[in-house]
């Protein structure tokens, strides 16, 4: 059916020219950074910025393109020429939807707990759940291994869970988001106590 074909290719366009507005600041300090030089104009043109383009008319949630832009910056403020890792935070990106990032920020310490207003066996806390265990399956969060959680899983407790960033988590995070810094998180949880319940250390004997 090829009105429909159209259709959709019209207002994928038009979202995407939107988009390119409502983020006309961004772009400009990426234009600039781009116009620098600090990074290969080729490795951008045909490395990076086709995946960004293609992700900013496809992304299905405005709320994210904040998101993938930030990383974008990030490129050049870092001087990052990995192609690998960067393409891989873009994947990582693409897999999450915006209420998945928002609950990611919650653990880096950039958001407040959406989850504590949600009643107990209710769909939102069920959604949570599946949340955490994407997240987790993703490894951008780990948690403390008790027996709690090996009894409950996600279902345990926020004390007996613990959870933290992995050191994937954390780059990712710092990948798309400029108010996030590794060394303070790190600092904010030095000291947090053990949680109980920890399940022991097997030791392999010969």
């Given at each position: ?15 995407a020219e939107r988009r390119i507005k409502e983020n006309s600041v961004t772009l400009k300090r990426i ?107 993703l490894y951008l969060i780990k948690h403390a291994s008790t027996f709690d959680y090996f009894d409950f ?54």
């Amino acid at each position: 059916m090829p009105y429909i074909g159209q259709f959709e290719q019209t207002r994928k366009i038009n979202r995407a020219e939107r988009r390119i507005k409502e983020n006309s600041v961004t772009l400009k300090r990426i234009q600039q950074l781009f116009l620098s030089g600090e990074l290969s104009q080729e490795f951008i043109q045909e490395k990076i910025g086709p995946i960004v383009l293609s992700d900013l008319i496809e992304e299905h949630e405005d709320a994210k393109i904040r998101y993938l832009l930030g990383g974008f910056e990030n490129v050049f403020i870092d001087k990052n020429t990995n192609e690998s890792l960067i393409i891989n935070y873009f994947d990582t990106l693409r897999q999450l939807r915006y209420i998945d990032v928002k609950y990611l920020h919650y653990y880096a310490g950039l958001e407040n707990d959406e989850k504590s207003k949600y009643e107990k066996d209710s769909k939102e806390e069920a959604l949570y759940l599946q949340i955490y265990t994407k997240l987790e399956r993703l490894y951008l969060i780990k948690h403390a291994s008790t027996f709690d959680y090996f009894d409950f899983g996600p279902e345990s407790s926020e004390e007996s869970l613990r959870t933290e960033l992995t050191k994937y988590g954390k780059n990712f995070v710092a990948f798309i988001s400029k108010e996030f810094d590794i060394s303070h998180y790190e600092e904010s949880i030095k000291d947090r106590e053990e949680p109980e319940g920890l399940l022991p250390k097997l030791k392999l004997t010969e």
